[in-house]
């Protein structure tokens, strides 16, 4: 249940292990037994009390925002950031790097920091013997990316914390990720592990080096993503199909979803399945893409995974009916799970999955967000318990005893069969039990014994007739069953709050607040995508050096903080935010918005874009520190930021008249080639990227006054649709504004008889212009 390890399956980013890996090549063995320890300094084991975490002087990372490093910042290591200062450390000292990898939220990392971090004697061994870097995979996901790839590579696994040690020139000789402190039957600790290091280094260096070497020079070419020349993306319907196929292969019919367990709520494959289906309507595998989707969805919304009393979603499920999750909530999975709901509403008209929708974006609203309009990274899934206890269990905010529920909710129901209270209804409904609901095979740790994970048994009809009660009554009472729940919540001890801000996560969060707002046509929600807006331009958008800044923090006086060195925007940086404004520009139709857009899509290209094989890199491949240059080939728990572009810039230049950028998405689908030929599932967004280059997206065009009733009544009718090759415009007739300038064609487009007209057209190329939602409606079906 523990999520930050994961096994060699780490291409679907699926697998939780608790396994420490480590790599062992035949140049350099490394021994599972103490011997290696009889020469290691015996530092200060026996010594006396050391000091507690509290009593320590702060080391370098106190002076960091990270929640990450800030959680480290008082261990008895001599950490440094990431950075040219442990750099010349290495380099002066000629000492090995150790590397350690994780993030605020992760167990498996508070595991090792408490172990093996807050040991004295660990400690000293550390900071004598090596060069200890410190790096939050979420602020420098291009140096966790790096070392991730060799970890993976070299140990047949990877995951958080990860363990990597590198020359004093940042080449990986060796990697793992969770080690115990000390040996444990044949599984080595990390004193044992360190001992060998240090061993070697004096011992058989060179092997070491040019072990690593050989290992980093094999990444470098399998890595390499490239246009051959005169090469063409693959078809898009082929492409498509086969991606299909292999998800229907790996679908599990009972629960929904694309594997038994641990299961993931992979949105990214659900928004490809339902694109599928908008092409495919009249043929039983779009239907069948349609039921997988939905499915799925009514699965998520009814487990555990959901949270029935604070809303939004947990990371993962442990099982396979979606039950007992790792209770982690993270900002990415809001976003995307979002549009997905919002989505499956337009798709099916069903209400629940409209309720669902909102409901993420409730707790992400009171959860999740700053004051400046900017949203927070991630809920961790640990927390003290609430009767007390000095360690933290997973899920403890979360779950409930049966006594807790009967004394919360012990009024008699009028007229309920045998006298039922209130907590009999809950109860039943939710699959409460007096010794709890949660299978001792998904609690290996037994922090979750005699305790319940609220699913959803039974529908309201169902719970309504077994207490033959109306459907009305039931609904009613269990909404004030939740209310008081989520009351008593609050005096819970709190999980910590990431309040890190990655411009990369608020722009998908920007997306969710604006699809959501557009489709419902809540204004609430639409101001709350315009403060979010606001907030990415104004902490996140350096003016000067022209270039997307990756993160920032919440200070101490809740004001919005950068760090001592502000770290420049990766590509997800650019490209979820450039979706996320031109979401907001189909939303608001503010051309602002299209304006950044437009102009970030150009620093992108100019910073990120590989000019010799298509595609882009992840990071700025002029970096010398990072040591691959890397385009992420793989749609998981985040779309690759490649997948988004190729939306982005198809998107892009309808808007623009840049046919450019059309080719420019073709070049970087063709990059992608081999990858999209033969495990589509892989990259199921970027599938939806050739689908729209594939069908032409129509141009949908409202010639009218934004806020007039007739120009709304046609915008509601295009956002009660789900149209994924679409693009959406204003024509208002202010013929000097931006699309004018951009689109002269706009200004032959005029309006019936005075009132809001909509064209819908392909290469502009127009059908004839209609002022009736519903024979708009018939029209964009076609």
Same mark, same amino acid.
């Given at each position: 249940?523990k ?6 399956t780490?291409?679907r980013?699926?697998d939780s292990?608790?396994q420490?890996t ?8 490394f ?9 290691m300094?015996?530092g200060?084991e026996?010594a006396g ?7 320590r002087?702060?080391n370098?990372l106190?002076l960091?925002?990270?929640?990450? &490093? &800030?959680q480290?910042?008082? =261990? ?13 450390k290495?380099?002066q000292?000629?000492?090995? #790097?150790?590397?350690?990898v ?6 498996w ?13 660990i400690?000293k ?7 200890c ?10 140096v966790d990316?790096?070392y991730?790839? *060799? ?10 914390? +990860? ?6 020139d940042l080449?990986? *000789? ?10 444990s ?7 044992t592990?360190?001992?060998r290091? +240090?061993?070697q ?13 050989? /290992?980093?020079?094999?990444l470098k070419?399998?890595?390499?993503i @490239? ?10 319907p ?6 299909f ?6 679908y599990?019919?009972?629960y929904?979803?694309f594997r ?12 490809f ?11 039983s595998?779009?239907?069948e893409?349609l ?9 998520m ?11 939004? *979603? ?5 099982d ?7 209770f982690?909530k993270?900002?990415?999975d ?5 549009v997905?709901?919002?989505t ?8 629940v999955?409209?309720d ?7 707790? /992400? ?8 309009g900017g949203?927070?990274s ?6 003290l318990?609430?009767l ?16 807790? #529920?009967?004394?919360l ?6 007229g ?7 907590a009999?209804?809950? +109860? ?5 039990k007096e010794q709890?609901?949660?299978d001792?095979?998904?609690d ?8 319940n994970?609220?699913?959803v ?17 039931v609904?009613?009472l ?18 910590? &709050? ?7 996560? =608020?722009?998908?969060?920007?997306s ?6 557009s489709?419902? !046509?809540?204004? @609430?929600?639409?101001?709350? @995508? ?13 003016a000067?050096?022209q270039? #997307?800044?990756?993160?920032?923090y919440?200070?101490?006086? +809740? ?12 590509? !997800?940086?650019?490209a ?7 979401d ?5 139709l ?11 899509q ?12 298509g595609?882009y ?16 080939d ?18 892009l ?18 990059? *992608?080639s081999?990858?999209?030929?033969r ?10 990227g050739s689908?729209? =280059? ?5 141009q ?5 006054e ?11 009718? /295009?956002?009660s649709l ?9 024509? =208002?007739?202010?013929t ?15 309006r ?13 190329t127009?059908?004839l212009?209609?002022?009736d ?7 964009l079906?076609?």
């Amino acid at each position: 249940m523990k999520g930050c390890t994961w096994s060699a399956t780490m291409l679907r980013n699926r697998d939780s292990s608790d396994q420490a890996t480590f790599f062992q090549s035949s140049t350099v063995q490394f021994c599972t037994t103490s011997r290696a320890c009889l020469n290691m300094a015996s530092g200060s084991e026996g010594a006396g009390n050391p000091p507690t975490k509290l009593q320590r002087p702060p080391n370098r990372l106190g002076l960091e925002k990270s929640s990450y &490093l &800030l959680q480290h910042a008082h =261990n008895p290591v001599d950490w440094y950031p990431w950075g040219q200062e442990a750099f010349d450390k290495a380099k002066q000292e000629d000492k090995p #790097i150790f590397l350690s990898v994780g993030y605020s939220t992760c167990h498996w990392c508070h595991v090792m920091e408490r172990e093996s971090f807050e040991d004295e004697e660990i400690g000293k061994i550390l900071s004598d013997n090596f060069v200890c870097i410190k790096v939050d995979r979420e602020e420098r996901p291009d140096v966790d990316k790096v070392y991730m790839t *060799f970890v993976q590579a070299t140990s047949g696994g990877g995951g958080w914390p +990860m363990s990597v040690w590198l020359t004093p020139d940042l080449r990986p *000789f060796l990697g793992g990720t969770y080690f115990p402190p000390r040996d444990s039957g044949r599984r080595p600790g990390l004193k044992t592990v360190l001992a060998r290091i +240090m061993e070697q280094w004096v011992d058989n260096r060179d092997g070491l080096e040019s072990s690593g070497e050989r /290992v980093l020079e094999a990444l470098k070419k399998g890595t390499s993503i @490239a246009t051959n020349p005169g090469e063409t993306p693959p078809p898009a319907p082929d492409v498509a199909y086969r991606c299909f196929a292999q998800l229907a292969h790996s679908y599990e019919e009972e629960y929904g979803g694309f594997r038994d367990s641990p299961k993931f709520p992979s949105p990214v494959n659900l928004m490809f399945l339902m694109s599928f289906w908008s092409v495919n309507r009249s043929s039983s595998e779009g239907a069948e893409a349609l039921q997988m989707t939905l499915h799925t969805l009514r699965m998520m919304a009814l487990g555990g995974i959901h949270d029935h009393v604070g809303q939004g *979603f947990h990371r993962y499920s442990t099982d396979s009916s979606w039950h007992v999750p790792h209770f982690e909530k993270m900002l990415y999975d809001q976003a995307q799970l979002a549009v997905a709901y919002v989505t499956a509403y337009q798709v099916s008209g069903e209400q629940v999955f409209s309720d669902v929708a909102q409901d993420i974006l409730l707790y /992400v609203s009171r959860d999740l967000s700053d004051k400046s309009g900017g949203f927070y990274s991630a809920e961790d899934a640990d927390s003290l318990p609430a009767l007390g206890g000095t360690e933290k269990r997973e899920g403890a905010f979360c779950v409930w005893t049966w006594l807790e #529920i009967r004394e919360l909710l012990p009024a008699v129901v009028d007229g309920a069969t045998g006298g039922a209270t209130e907590a009999d209804i809950f +109860m039943h409904h939710y699959g409460v039990k007096e010794q709890g609901n949660v299978d001792p095979e998904q609690d290996p740790h037994g922090e979750l014994q005699g305790q319940n994970v609220l699913i959803v048994r039974y529908s309201v009809e169902l719970t309504a007739a077994r207490f033959a009660l109306t459907v009305e009554k039931v609904s009613k009472l269990l909404a004030s069953a939740r209310a008081k729940m989520a009351e008593v919540r609050k005096s819970r001890p709190a999980p910590h &709050l990431d309040t890190k801000m990655l411009a990369s996560w =608020n722009g998908l969060m920007l997306s969710g607040f604006a699809r959501v707002g557009s489709v419902l !046509d809540d204004k @609430a929600l639409l101001e709350r @995508a315009v403060h979010a807006a606001r907030f990415l331009k104004e902490h996140l958008w350096d003016a000067e050096r022209q270039i #997307i800044l990756h993160s920032c923090y919440r200070g101490d006086e +809740m004001e919005v903080e950068q760090g001592v060195s502000p770290i420049a925007g990766f590509l !997800d940086d650019y490209a979820f935010v450039i979706c996320g404004l031109l979401d907001l520009y189909e939303a608001t139709l503010e051309t602002d918005w299209l304006r950044w857009a437009e102009e970030l899509q150009e620093r992108q290209d100019h910073l990120l874009w590989d000019a010799e094989g298509g595609g882009y890199y992840c990071s700025n491949p002029a970096d010398p520190t990072i040591l691959l240059r890397l385009k992420q080939d793989q749609d998981g728990a985040e779309p690759s930021p490649n997948s988004v572009s190729s939306l982005n810039l198809l998107r892009l230049s309808h808007y623009t008249g840049r046919k450019d950028w059309s080719q420019r998405s073709q070049q970087l689908l063709a990059a *992608f080639s081999d990858r999209l030929t033969r495990v589509p599932i892989a990259l199921p967004e970027m599938v939806r990227g050739s689908m729209a =280059n594939h069908y032409t997206p129509k141009q949908v065009v409202i010639c009218g006054e934004r806020d007039a009733p007739d120009t709304s009544v046609l915008l509601a009718t /295009v956002n009660s649709l789900f149209l994924p090759h679409k693009v959406l415009m204003l024509a =208002n007739g202010e013929t000097e504004g931006y699309l004018y300038q951009r689109l002269p064609v706009l200004s032959s487009l005029t309006r019936l008889e005075g009132r809001a007209t909509a064209y819908v057209c392909e290469d502009f190329t127009c059908a004839l212009p209609v002022a009736d939602p519903q024979e708009l409606r018939t029209l964009l079906l076609a």
